[in-house]
Nanobody
């Protein structure tokens, strides 16, 4: 069973920075992609950024140039460095791994429990 635990959320003023971390535990055979999503109050969960096994990254347009996704393969950990934060970045942030727990398993999505990011104006 793969478990993901996020950390690093909090309250920050507009223009500030936060670094989110997501650590995986349990059996992980391989990971295709790691990503971050967010859900603001009253809104649907939306994709924020992805980093693939080959290192390629993609970002949602509103965070390009401000957020950076990175990973530590040895620790199966993904990070999201968020700079120049805006009040509209306020949301619960979730990490997501597309991975398989064993060689005989198929790939599936695993989710963390979420971490709150609040940006004050």
């Amino acid at each position: 069973q793969v478990q993901l635990v996020e950390s690093g959320g909090g309250l920050v003023q507009a223009g500030g920075s936060l670094r989110l971390s997501c650590a995986a535990s349990g059996n992980i055979f391989s990971i295709i992609a790691m990503g971050w999503y967010r859900q603001a109050p009253g809104k649907e969960r939306e994709w924020v950024a992805t980093i693939r096994s080959n290192g390629a990254t993609n970002y949602e347009d509103s965070v390009k140039g401000r957020f950076t996704i990175s990973r530590d393969n040895a620790k199966n950990t993904v990070f999201l460095l968020m700079n120049s934060l805006k009040p509209e970045d306020t949301a619960v942030y979730y990490c997501n791994y597309n991975a398989r727990a064993a060689w005989y398993d198929g790939y599936r999505d695993y989710w963390g429990q979420g971490t709150q990011v609040t940006v004050s104006s």
